[in-house]
């Protein structure tokens, strides 16, 4: 009984009447709200059957079935005018009269102009009403027109009979569905009225009930207290949260079950003991006994009736388990006892623990795809700068119209194989807000021609034939941003042509009307006849990863990216972008572009490389050997001096003792990366801190490019290396020094974009052993000893991973960075499954993963003897030792 008391003591709101007073009002409440409804539902029923009324008076239906029967009267007045030529024509102008006052009532009735909702109701209504509109003129005219005019009526008139019945039969119809729909609605009413009524009497009676309990109640007030004391005794014994009783001694007075199996303790063992004792753990207890004094005190600061705490309790075999405690104290007879509600919190804090292990997964998975994106970026980026590279110096080497034409071909295919590789890095510049514009003056006629040219093989492909043409005046120079129009429009001619089988693909551009003098909006159509669009997926076409069923979107190679970033770049364009499609017709897939009119250069403005510029001095920092080599070959061809080292440190070294005009510096590279050897240049005394240092890299990511600036890089040089951008900097670090530094994303060269086409790699199909046509590329854009010595020591470097795999005592931090030098080398000389694998292999040390580098390792000295041969076999005279 101790524990009654404590909580008749504690709480002793249970002694008054308080809550009765709030059931009383309650009630009160609920009968106001309950009349209330009643009264809206009662003006309901009286305002459908007002409606009723009004319907009924307008006699609907017999208008309607009235309508059929004055058109049988005029058509068959009609026909006796027409038999008999003497007949009098009143009759018929009757007929006539009676039948249009009905269609005009009918036009003119509210109640009619609700059947608007039925077409074929609407139909046949506007067509005899064009009939009417159409003869008044002759009914109302001379009987000599009339007359003359009776075979043309009857011709006009022949659809009267089945419109008019088609209004008779829909309108019926839909009056008699709206008949049973209000009805259903009337007697839903009444129901919901009948409903309100109960229980409006329900709550009457309650509230009588309860009137009477209240006068009864008062006289059995300290029965009612000791039965809700014994409820609530019970309610504690039975709660799933922990009760205890503790007296100022911390004597356990009472222990519900749910403490009992929480401890791990019977009551009648600990019953009168210490719960400081067993309950808490022994570097704890002199803490919290000081704690239950500052309680029994009643302390200002005191814990007791503040909400729950946090502490570890411990069970009866010794372990510690986290508890939340709210603490209350009631006055027993002459002492202050302390209630404690304890709830074992073990599943939270594990819930919690598991919470932050997964948003620490998430954000690492996070990082993963960063250094994912970044690696690849590097990594397949790097053999391309061999293939363009190549082709800036055979372009040099005074070749025909026809090879020439070839040349730019295979450069404007190698930048659109770039933007393959750059797809998602395009996502990832959007998700970080990089969306700058390069607005510069545009030749749209140009820039059509090259895309036809550079796509036409992809169509002949598909037996398709891919043309352009201008719509209307063309409208050529403009101030845009070329790579941006060129990526939309490659996206759109990319679709066209893996979704167009034997047909033709047209590209339109057009210059559209506009009351705004300064821009001109331009409107770009890519039109094809093939399979089409679903029109149940038009909706979604451009939306990231989304791709079309099998018929449409399933074609090898769609990432179902390019659409969404085309509708980005239109947007950030100022257009709009859209596509009508008829499945197994074709699509036009279009945008629109608020073009400012541009000027065409003169041949004074077009830029030309300086003939007067002094040689400048390069240091080119790169630990690939066949990019180094194409670099300093572009170079000096140039007429500049150059020097190649490896890595960091002895570009730092060099840095120390050479003066420089300009630093071209890789990022990744083995002893010190180009990050750590810009900072140590720039905090030296050497001559070189403040050298232009252009980042050399093929990783683009909107993050990478702040953190070269911030560690003292002054620009941004992509790979692989696009010449017309480098000639565009040397001139730069020759006319301006480092007083200028440029914006990162300035000097770029090219703009990298993406298309929806394939992927360099397809994971559906096989790799490629060898890649003939980049090892022929890369060779013919080499001298022969130059080539011969770059693929003996590829070979060798092979041989070298080859034995630190199969060694007994393999170092694998070593094997790992070997991976890592060869992957870049492999993909220049054509050796695609071999760069996949050595790719994957270092995706994998990069993410810690052991588990997957090591699998990929027992794939490799198979694959590298295979690839060997097939390079042997195309060069003889490497050495097969």
């Not at 139909?123 to 009403?129: D, E, F, K, S, Y």
């Not at 510690?320 to 603490?327: D, G, I, N, Q």
């Not at 990022?667 to 403040?690: E, W």
């Amino acid at each position: 009984m101790s524990l009654q008391r404590g909580i008749k003591d504690a709480f002793p709101q249970f002694q008054t009447s308080k809550w009765r007073r709030v059931f009383g009002a309650t009630l009160v409440a609920c009968a106001a709200a309950l009349s209330v409804v009643a009264a809206f539902t009662a003006y309901e029923v009286l305002t459908n059957f007002r409606e009723f009324r009004t319907e009924a008076s307008d006699n609907i239906e017999w208008s309607l079935a009235q309508t059929e029967l004055e058109t049988r009267d005029f058509t068959a007045a009609l026909e006796t005018a027409m038999l008999d030529p003497e007949d009098d024509l009143d009759r018929l102008r009757l007929r006539y009269d009676i039948f249009y006052s009905r269609i005009l009532t009918m036009l003119n009735s509210p109640n009619y102009q609700r059947l608007n909702v039925t077409p074929e109701f609407e139909g046949a209504l506007q067509r005899v009403r064009r009939f009417l509109d159409s003869s008044v003129a002759l009914i109302d005219g001379p009987d000599a027109d009339l007359r003359a005019a009776l075979p043309l009526l009857a011709e006009q008139s022949g659809h009267l009979r089945n419109d008019t019945r088609t209004l008779s039969l829909k309108g019926l119809t839909y009056f008699a569905e709206h008949a049973d729909d209000r009805r259903e609605r009337v007697t839903g009413t009444l129901l919901r009225l009948t409903f309100s009524a109960v229980l409006l009497v329900a709550a009457l009676v309650a509230l009588i009930i309860h009137v009477f309990s209240l006068y009864r109640r008062t006289h059995e007030h300290n029965q009612a207290i000791e039965q809700a004391n014994d409820r609530m005794n019970t309610i504690l014994t039975a709660s799933f949260d922990g009760v205890m009783v503790i007296d100022s001694a911390a004597r356990v007075l009472e222990f519900n079950k749910a403490c009992e199996v929480m401890f791990q303790h019977h009551f009648e063992d600990i019953k009168g003991r210490n719960f400081l004792d067993f309950g808490v753990a022994a570097d704890k207890r002199a803490q919290h006994a000081k704690a239950l004094e500052r309680i029994i005190a009643q302390q200002a600061n005191h814990v007791a009736g503040t909400g729950p705490i946090r502490m570890d309790a411990q069970r009866g075999d010794g372990t510690l388990f986290p508890v939340e405690v709210s603490l209350e104290t009631a006055q027993e007879d002459d002492r202050i006892i302390v209630i404690a509600f304890i709830h074992d919190i073990s599943d939270r804090i594990a819930a919690e623990h598991e919470l932050v292990r997964a948003r620490d997964s998430a954000l690492a998975g996070e990082k993963a795809k960063a250094e994912f994106l970044t690696v690849m970026s590097h990594e397949i980026r790097t053999p391309l700068n061999g293939l363009l590279g190549n082709l800036s110096l055979l372009n040099d080497t005074a070749p025909d119209d026809t090879q020439l034409r070839y040349i730019r071909n295979m450069e404007i295919s190698g930048r659109v194989l770039m933007r393959h590789v750059d797809t998602v890095l395009n996502i990832a510049r959007y998700e970080a807000g990089v969306t700058a514009v390069s607005v510069a003056d545009t030749d749209l006629t140009m820039m059509l021609q090259e895309l036809v040219d550079s796509q036409l093989s992809a169509a002949t492909a598909h037996g398709s034939a891919l043309s352009w043409r201008w719509e209307g005046t063309p409208f050529p120079w403009v101030r845009t941003d070329r790579a941006a129009v060129e990526q939309v429009l490659l996206n759109l001619i990319g679709n066209a042509i893996k979704f167009t089988e034997n047909g033709a693909i047209t590209i339109e551009a057009e210059a559209l009307p506009d009351d705004d003098h300064t821009m001109t909006l331009v409107e770009f159509r890519v039109i094809d006849n093939g399979v089409g669009i679903a029109e149940d997926r038009i909706a979604r076409v451009f939306e990231d990863f989304v791709t079309n069923d099998s018929t449409y979107g399933r074609v090898p190679g769609g990432t179902g990216l390019g659409l969404g970033i085309a509708s980005r770049i239109v947007k950030t364009l100022g257009g709009d972008i859209g596509v009508e499609s008829t499945q197994g017709v074709g699509s036009v897939f279009w945008f629109r572009l608020p073009l400012e009119k541009g000027d065409r250069p003169s041949e004074a403005t077009v830029p030309t490389p300086s003939t007067d510029q002094m040689p400048l001095n390069i240091l080119v920092v790169e630990d690939n050997i066949i990019n180094c080599e194409l670099t300093e070959e572009i170079l000096i061809n140039e007429g500049n001096t150059a020097t190649c080292v490896n890595n960091g440190l002895e570009a730092l070294e060099y840095a120390k003792v050479h003066k420089y005009d300009l630093i071209l510096m890789d990022i990744s590279m083995p002893v010190m990366d180009g990050l750590q050897a810009t900072v140590a240049i720039r905090n030296s005394d050497g001559p070189n801190t403040d050298t232009p240092i252009i980042a050399f890299s093929a990783n683009i990511l909107p993050a990478e490019r702040e953190r070269l600036l911030a560690h003292g890089m002054d620009g941004f040089l992509a790979k692989p290396l696009n010449r017309t951008a480098l000639q565009e900097r040397l001139q730069q670090a020759y006319a301006d020094g480092r007083d200028h530094p440029q914006d990162l994303d300035d000097i770029t060269g090219e703009t990298v974009h993406t298309d929806e086409t394939e992927d360099i790699f397809d994971t559906n199909s096989p790799y490629p052993l060898l890649d003939i046509l980049a090892f022929q590329n890369n060779r013919t854009g080499l001298p022969d000893a130059t080539f011969q010595r770059l693929l003996s020591r590829f070979v060798d470097e092979g041989d070298a991973l080859n034995a630190a795999i199969t060694a007994p005592y393999r170092n694998s931090s070593k094997v790992a960075r070997m991976c890592h030098d060869l992957a870049g080398a492999s993909a220049v000389f054509g050796a695609r499954a071999y760069h996949e694998r050595l790719i994957t292999a270092d995706t994998a040390t990069k993410q810690n993963d052991t588990a997957a580098f090591e699998n990929e390792l027992t794939t490799l000295p198979a694959l590298w003897r295979k690839t060997r041969a097939a390079l042997i076999a195309q060069v003889p005279a490497v050495s097969d030792g």
